[in-house]
Structures are given as C-alpha cells and as structure tokens.
C-alpha cells in the first residue's frame, strides 16, 4: 500500500520594527516552486488583500508584505502545506484555531489591533486558484484554470479565469469578466457583474444591482438571480430556451424574449416559457425591476 504523507513547510516572522509614524512593513517570500496542470494552489488568509496574476512559466510564487502598527499585537507566520500535487499556504495568527486544504477558522473577538498581511501571487497556466481572506479585497487578473476567490468583507474581482469561477464576499462588490466557464457569484451587501464565455450563471446579493452576461450555455444548468434590494439585467445567448420564474410584478420585468404565459396568471408573479423551455432560471428582487435581454 502506497500512503502519499502531506508535507509542511514553517516560516515564522515576529515583527519588532516599527518606525517613527508607529507602522511597519515588512516582505518575504513564502512559497516557491513548480506546480503541475490541474493541480490545486489555494491563499488563505485572516486579514489583507490578495493580488493574482500569471506566471510566465509553470512555477508558483508567493510573497508576503505584513503590515502592521505599534498596536499591533502577536505573532504573524506561514505555513505551507504540500498534499500530493497541491499546495496550501496559510497566513497564521495567534487567533488562528485552524487553516488547511478545507478552510480557515480563528477565534472570536476584536482583531483591529492584529497586523494585517498582503499576499502577491503569481500561478502558472493551468493551475486552480483558492484565495480567500477574512478582511481584504481579492482581486485575480488572468489566471486559474478554475477559481475559488472570497471576502468576509471585501471587493472581489476575478478577470479573464479559463474555467469556472466561484466568488463570494460577505460586504463587497464582485466582478468577473471574460470568465471560461460556469459562474457562481455572491455577496451579502454589494452590486454583483458578471461575464462569462460559457454559462450557466447564478448570482445573488443581499444589497445591490445584478447585471449578468452570457456568450454561450451548456445543455445543462438552471440558474437563479436575487437581490434583496436593487434590479437585475441579463442578458442570454439568442437560442435561450427555458422556464422562467421571476417573484415580481409584471409590470416590473421587460424581456426581448417571446414569453409564452399559462392560460392562468397572477400579474404578481410572472411564470413562463421561452423557446422550447427546459432549464429553470428564476429571479427574485426585493425592490428593483427584471430585465431579461437578448444578446447575439
């Protein structure tokens, strides 16, 4: 039996150097090495931004700028964890109960005084990307194979991925333009853009317009779209043939599409089909109005 053992890498870094104006920064270099198509790099982090962009060849890099003032408190350190072709790079804190390949958990309380850490990434072709931090924006400029990137609090934008993108932020905007595949996008309080080459898409936020564009649509796929408060625009590929569901008044949703309504409707709830029906796509908005338009 072949038993394939995970493989850590410790890099700890105390800061004591703090200049005049009571901050400081400091720079290191946390993860370097070649790394396999299909193969899995994830960021995760408490506090600050994560910046992604491509690698020029096949080999990963991750520095590190910590950031921090005289109030700050504790310890900020690095893990890296190598599981078979993968690899898991952890910013630690002394609040910081667990951080691996599943996710990050650290304890309660206030962590305005703990230091904050900026991850620079650079993630050669074909590899997928995590990068998910408790408090920063996520910002990835044309890399991953597919995409994993949030923000407890935070803008997120996700530019010209290959493959599938999934993006989350509990407070802050989300961007994904130029997308190679499927789309999931959420955030708790803030308006939501999305592009994508291939659907289906399904976007929700909590606060904020939608306005979501498609080129093309696998066979399969229902989507959905919700806001609690603001409009939604989409826009479909032209051959669009679904069962569309939108929780408002008709007076409220305009659509290019021909709908074709039961002999029995409520004109509070809008249910129809378009073309040859099929997948589902649903819209809800709290207040705002439903647009449905039709591209090329």
Not at 27 to 51: D, K
Request: proline residues 2%.
């Amino acid at each position: 039996m072949l038993i394939r053992a995970a493989v850590f890498f410790l890099l700890t870094t105390s800061f004591t150097d703090v200049d005049a104006q009571g901050s400081s920064e400091a720079s290191s270099a946390v993860f370097r090495g070649e790394m396999q198509r299909g193969s899995w790099l994830r960021i995760r982090s408490l506090r600050g931004a994560i910046e992604v962009r491509e690698a020029a060849g096949n080999t990963a890099s991750v520095s590190a700028r910590r950031r921090f003032t005289a109030r700050s408190l504790g310890r900020i350190s690095f893990e890296t964890r190598r599981d078979g072709e993968n690899v898991t790079v952890c910013a630690i804190w002394e609040s910081t109960r667990r951080c691996d390949a599943d996710g990050y958990d650290s304890r309660g309380g206030n962590d305005s005084d703990l230091g904050v850490v900026d991850f620079i990434v650079e993630l050669p072709k074909g590899v997928k990307l995590t990068a998910a931090t408790g408090n920063g924006a996520v910002h990835v400029r044309n890399a991953g194979e597919e995409v994993k990137a949030s923000s407890g609090n935070g803008d997120v934008s996700v530019l010209g991925a290959n493959g599938r993108v999934r993006a989350s932020s509990g407070n802050g905007d989300i961007e994904i333009t130029g997308a190679g595949g499927p789309v999931r996008a959420s955030s708790g309080n803030g308006s939501i853009r999305v592009s994508t080459a291939r659907g289906p898409v399904s976007a929700s936020t909590g606060n904020g317009r939608i306005d979501a564009e498609m080129t093309s649509l696998d066979t399969e796929g229902d989507m959905a779209f919700s806001s609690g408060n603001g409009s939604i625009i989409v826009t479909f590929p032209s051959n669009l043939s679904a069962v569309v569901d939108a929780g408002v008044a008709a007076k409220s949703l305009t659509t290019d599409f021909p709908l074709t309504l039961p002999a029995r409707w409520n004109s509070s709830r809008v249910r129809g089909t378009i073309g040859q029906g099929g997948r589902h796509v649903r819209f809800s908005t709290g207040n705002g109005r439903v647009t449905i338009r039709k591209g090329r």
